[in-house]
Antibody, heavy 119, light 112 residues
Framework: EVQLVQSGAEVKKPGESLKISCKGSGYSFTSYWIGWVRQMPGKGLEWMGSIDPGDFDTRYRPSFQGQVTISADRSISTAYLQWSSLKASDTAIYYC????????????WGQGTLVTVSS | QSVLTQPPSVSGAPGQRVTISCTGSSSNIGAGYDVHWYQQLPGTAPKLLIYANTNRPSGVPDRFSGSKSGTSASLAITGLQAEDEADYYCQSYDSSLSGGGVFGGGTKLTVL
């Protein structure tokens, strides 16, 4: 059974750093891209970027380029999303999902990680 | 606002048929890129409903169907049930935008 299990909810202060994770199981982790999707409170889905764990090819939507870093560790089948300096506007639920090729569809989703940034 | 336009809300009574539109342009749907649909029940992660315009993943009831024509796509739900009340999102690829695909703004389906 394909599963993506994300790390737990986080409460951070502005300016702090954060790295959240997404562990894949039940499939060949290096054979599928992993994407990250943001959902701000009461809002829709936003495509942030994606990574190919096979060769670490990483792509970002322009509005997220330079704001976050997407990475992966093939040895533990885990993808990451990280911030170096959080802002209050980063408060959102972040989903990882398995992509059917770099610009395809998301066929399996993680449960989401709620990130709250507040002073 | 997204490059894929969806109505903010639609509604229907149990048993009825509803459709949700997703309007794009010549750089996304009109360029031939596939459209995919997701259902997000309250408080849960999105779930793939339709992929590559018309295909249902295993386990998705055949009450859900997708179509695509020109620069638009549609999701149809027949035999509406209370459990269908959710947010629905379309997704495609846009050649004018770098870094991946795009989602529509989402449509809230209310079952009356």
């Amino acid at each position: 059974e394909v599963q993506l299990v994300q790390s737990g909810a986080e409460v951070k202060k502005p300016g702090e750093s954060l790295k959240i994770s997404c562990k894949g199981s039940g499939y060949s982790f290096t054979s599928y891209w992993i994407g990250w999707v943001r959902q701000m409170p009461g809002k829709g889905l936003e495509w942030m970027g994606s990574i190919d764990p096979g060769d670490f090819d990483t792509r970002y939507r322009p509005s997220f380029q330079g704001q976050v870093t997407i990475s992966a560790d093939r040895s533990i089948s885990t993808a990451y999303l990280q911030w170096s300096s959080l802002k209050a506007s980063d408060t959102a639920i972040y989903y990882c999902a398995r992509l059917r090729y770099s610009s395809g569809w998301f066929d399996y989703w993680g449960q989401g990680t709620l990130v709250t940034v507040s002073s | 606002q997204s490059v894929l336009t969806q109505p903010p809300s639609v509604s229907g009574a149990p048993g009825q048929r509803v459709t949700i539109s997703c309007t794009g342009s010549s750089s996304n749907i009109g360029a031939g890129y596939d459209v995919h649909w997701y259902q997000q029940l309250p408080g849960t992660a999105p779930k793939l409903l339709i992929y590559a315009n018309t295909n249902r993943p295993s386990g998705v009831p055949d009450r859900f169907s997708g179509s695509k024509s020109g620069t638009s796509a549609s999701l149809a739900i027949t035999g509406l049930q209370a459990e269908d009340e959710a947010d629905y999102y379309c997704q495609s690829y846009d050649s004018s935008l770098s870094g991946g695909g795009v989602f529509g703004g989402g449509t809230k389906l209310t079952v009356l």
